[in-house]
């Protein structure tokens, strides 16, 4: 089975037109029909996405069912000289059968169902009623007041006169209307470029003050949060210092102090038990010198 080249009706088929002047938004529409008894996605995309509003720009069709699209242009300075090759396309695909997929996935799981349609943006700006007429209508004018000069002229000689007279008067009038119609026109096309370039200077200011501003910004955010940093940093030296003055100071104590209530330490201890022993060890040997001395000197007396 053949794919058709497009699933829906799109109206305009070809082009999109955006009458002018661009310094507002402007919108034009399009609307999409679904022929088919099935349900149907589209998308649109355009190579301008930054310049245009398009809204819905997807969504879901039922069959036999129509809806219009917005587009919208945003402002800008239109120049007849440069060529917006701007451009839309619109996608569409056959609702598939899985029920779950998501709409933003569909366009990559199923590229070989994408049917594309390609339209083209054409801009038109009406012209002012104060510009010149044509070059070919000023030409036509001349030709026919010649020829009505000419019809004078062979019918007699003083109407041909007054005639040329006249034709001449009136070509000089037309001469100087169409060029007062081009002093005037070119004077508010001046007037136009310098307003444009007054709006363009505004802007530019506009863009720096905001820069400027969001440098200000930034250095103020900054500054807060070293204020935040230095106020944390006080508040821990004062509760540290708090802690300090709560606690009992801590005096210094010599290394040969001894406290004389303090019990005596182990080798006083064991200095007094070995002089202990000695005074012990000393009495019994005195009592026994004088037990030997008293039994001499009692068994002398008895001798």
Not at 83 to 88: I, P, R, T
Not at 171 to 196: H, L, R, V, W
């Amino acid at each position: 089975m053949a794919k058709p080249a497009q699933l829906l009706n799109i109206d305009p088929a070809n082009e999109l037109k955006f009458m002018g002047p661009f310094r507002t938004a402007v919108a034009s529409y399009m609307r999409l029909t679904n022929p088919t008894d099935h349900d149907i996605f589209f998308k649109i995309k355009t190579t301008a996405p930054k310049k245009y509003c398009v809204r819905p720009n997807c969504g879901l069709l039922e069959p036999r069912e129509s809806q219009e699209i917005a587009i919208v242009l945003q402002p800008f300075i239109f120049d007849s000289n440069e060529k917006n090759k701007h451009k839309f396309m619109v996608q569409s695909m056959v609702k598939p059968d899985d029920e779950e997929i998501n709409l933003e996935d569909l366009w990559k799981k199923y590229p070989e169902k994408l049917m594309d349609s390609k339209l083209r943006c054409v801009f038109e700006c009406p012209l002012d009623s104060n510009q010149p007429a044509p070059a070919a209508e000023l030409s036509t004018g001349a030709a026919t007041a010649a020829a009505t000069t000419a019809a004078a002229s062979a019918a007699a000689a003083p109407a041909a006169a007054t005639s040329s007279k006249q034709s001449s008067s009136a070509i000089s009038s037309d001469s100087g209307a169409q060029f007062a119609s081009t002093q005037f026109s070119a004077m508010s096309n001046e007037d136009e470029q310098k307003s444009e370039a007054a709006l363009l200077k505004e802007m530019k200011k506009l863009r720096d003050n905001e820069t400027v501003l969001r440098q200000e910004n930034l250095h103020l955010r900054e500054k807060i949060l070293q204020l935040h940093m230095q106020v944390d940093g006080r508040a821990k030296e004062e509760s540290s210092v708090a802690a300090a003055t709560k606690s009992p100071p801590i005096q210094s104590v010599p290394a040969n102090y001894q406290n004389p209530y303090s019990p005596p330490n182990q080798l006083a201890r064991n200095q007094s038990s070995m002089e202990l022993i000695y005074s012990v060890v000393a009495a019994v040997v005195a009592g026994l010198i004088g037990i030997l001395l008293g039994k001499m000197f009692y068994c002398d007396g008895n001798k």
